[in-house]
């Protein structure tokens, strides 16, 4: 993944540029220790499924984008009949090394190549598991793939682990690393280098933000059910309102996202958001051109738009217009329209 980060971390004949670059970005060691050493997500899913074995004895279950294997490894130890894992990247075959050496050859079949384009051994899987969601839920995520495995292998009845997912919008206070970040720009040893701001300001940063920056309440911008949702709901406008908790000043807007296992016995849940646990999703930080001065009780009203970019779809274009109109005060009143690309 390659979105800004203020603490970075079939036949491929084929595929796109885009698409190799994607797959192989996941041939890397390291982003598969980050996503294992992430014990929010990693736990939840071990949780979800252990917890729930008498829904996974005895199925045929689909891992999509099984990356090292460890949910088809959960799903196997929790009495699976068979647990096929599917991935494009080269990690899948350190994955079946793994899986044997773990004795688990004779219940997990891991295929190398698009999901679109594999051939499973069954005919049709009754659990689809999948950890397919991105920085910003959305970006450089799978869920095309799931949805497409959805359509085309689950039985009618089937279960998706997991199957909800809401996306979060609020406003925060960053005055620091907004200057740090683009006010920087308009003074580089000497020179003027004002363009690079309105570069800067266009790429959204993935970070950790602080709770105690949150200025304002949240306001949900998009719902998904992965039962029913289709490929053309992941293009989206979503007014929102948010009201401020306090007086304070706004230089950016974030977005987290919520999971949910809700078939399981005793639904699970983590949240990626600023007051939860640390995952290696963080936060999402739009940062806006100009400052609000906002008190306590006062609303930004806004539509935040997101849509895949027309040249690489794992890329999102996303938009922001918001306005601010404080009763009594034409000074701190403020509107823009604010555009965004994840890439």
Same mark, same amino acid.
């Given at each position: 993944?390659? *979105?800004?980060?203020?603490?970075?971390?079939?036949?491929?004949?084929?595929?796109?540029?885009?698409?190799?670059?994607?797959?192989?970005?996941?041939?890397?060691?390291?982003?598969?220790?980050?996503?294992?050493?992430?014990?929010?997500?990693?736990?939840?899913?071990?949780?979800?499924?252990?917890?729930?074995?008498?829904?996974?004895?005895?199925?045929?279950?689909?891992? !999509?984008?099984?990356? *090292?294997?460890?949910?088809?490894?959960?799903?196997?130890?929790?009495?699976?009949?068979?647990?096929?894992? &599917?991935?494009?990247?080269?990690?899948?075959?350190?994955?079946?090394?793994?899986?044997?050496?773990?004795?688990?050859?004779?219940?997990?079949?891991?295929?190398?190549?698009?999901?679109?384009?594999?051939?499973?051994?069954?005919?049709? &899987?009754?659990? /689809? /598991?999948?950890?397919?969601?991105?920085?910003?839920?959305?970006?450089?995520?799978?869920?095309?793939?799931?949805?497409?495995?959805?359509?085309?292998?689950?039985?009618?009845?089937?279960?998706?682990?997991?199957?909800?997912?809401?996306?979060?919008?609020? %406003? /925060?206070?960053?005055?620091?690393?907004?200057?740090?970040?683009?006010?920087?720009?308009?003074?580089?040893?000497?020179?003027?280098?004002?363009?690079? +701001?309105? &570069?800067?300001?266009?790429? #959204?940063?993935?970070?950790?933000?602080?709770?105690?920056?949150?200025?304002?309440?949240? %306001? =949900?911008?998009?719902?998904?059910?992965?039962?029913?949702? +289709?490929?053309?709901?992941?293009?989206?406008?979503?007014?929102?309102?948010?009201? %401020?908790?306090?007086?304070?000043?706004?230089?950016?807007?974030?977005?987290?996202?919520?999971?949910?296992?809700?078939?399981?016995?005793?639904?699970?849940?983590?949240?990626?958001? #600023?007051? %939860?646990?640390?995952?290696?999703?963080? +936060?999402? !930080?739009?940062?806006?051109?100009?400052?609000?001065?906002?008190?306590?009780?006062?609303?930004?009203?806004?539509?935040?738009?997101?849509?895949?970019?027309?040249?690489?779809?794992?890329?999102?274009?996303?938009?922001?217009?918001?306005?601010? =109109?404080?009763?009594?005060? =034409?000074?701190?009143?403020?509107?823009?329209?604010? +555009?965004?690309?994840?890439?």
């Amino acid at each position: 993944m390659s *979105t800004s980060e203020r603490n970075s971390s079939g036949s491929e004949s084929n595929l796109s540029f885009s698409e190799r670059h994607y797959f192989s970005s996941y041939d890397h060691f390291g982003i598969h220790e980050e996503m294992l050493k992430d014990e929010t997500r990693t736990l939840s899913y071990r949780n979800a499924i252990y917890q729930n074995s008498h829904m996974f004895r005895g199925k045929v279950v689909l891992d !999509v984008g099984c990356g *090292t294997g460890i949910l088809s490894m959960f799903a196997a130890r929790a009495g699976a009949k068979h647990v096929i894992g &599917v991935d494009m990247s080269t990690i899948i075959d350190m994955a079946k090394r793994i899986v044997d050496l773990n004795g688990l050859s004779d219940k997990i079949t891991l295929l190398k190549g698009k999901m679109e384009e594999v051939v499973l051994p069954f005919d049709k &899987v009754d659990i /689809i /598991i999948s950890e397919w969601m991105g920085y910003f839920l959305l970006y450089e995520s799978m869920l095309d793939t799931v949805l497409y495995a959805r359509d085309r292998y689950l039985v009618s009845d089937g279960l998706i682990f997991p199957d909800r997912a809401t996306l979060h919008l609020a %406003a /925060i206070e960053d005055g620091d690393y907004k200057e740090e970040k683009i006010g920087f720009w308009s003074d580089v040893y000497g020179f003027d280098y004002s363009p690079f +701001q309105e &570069v800067a300001l266009r790429e #959204p940063l993935v970070d950790t933000v602080d709770m105690k920056a949150v200025v304002t309440d949240s %306001a =949900e911008i998009l719902d998904l059910d992965l039962y029913t949702v +289709q490929k053309s709901d992941l293009e989206f406008s979503k007014d929102f309102a948010i009201k %401020a908790r306090r007086n304070d000043f706004v230089h950016a807007f974030i977005a987290w996202f919520d999971i949910e296992f809700s078939k399981c016995h005793k639904p699970i849940r983590f949240s990626t958001g #600023p007051h %939860a646990k640390y995952t290696h999703w963080k +936060q999402t !930080v739009f940062y806006t051109r100009d400052t609000l001065t906002i008190n306590y009780g006062e609303v930004i009203t806004g539509r935040l738009t997101n849509k895949p970019n027309d040249h690489n779809p794992r890329d999102l274009d996303i938009s922001i217009d918001y306005d601010f =109109e404080p009763e009594g005060d =034409e000074s701190r009143r403020s509107s823009s329209h604010c +555009q965004y690309k994840m890439c």
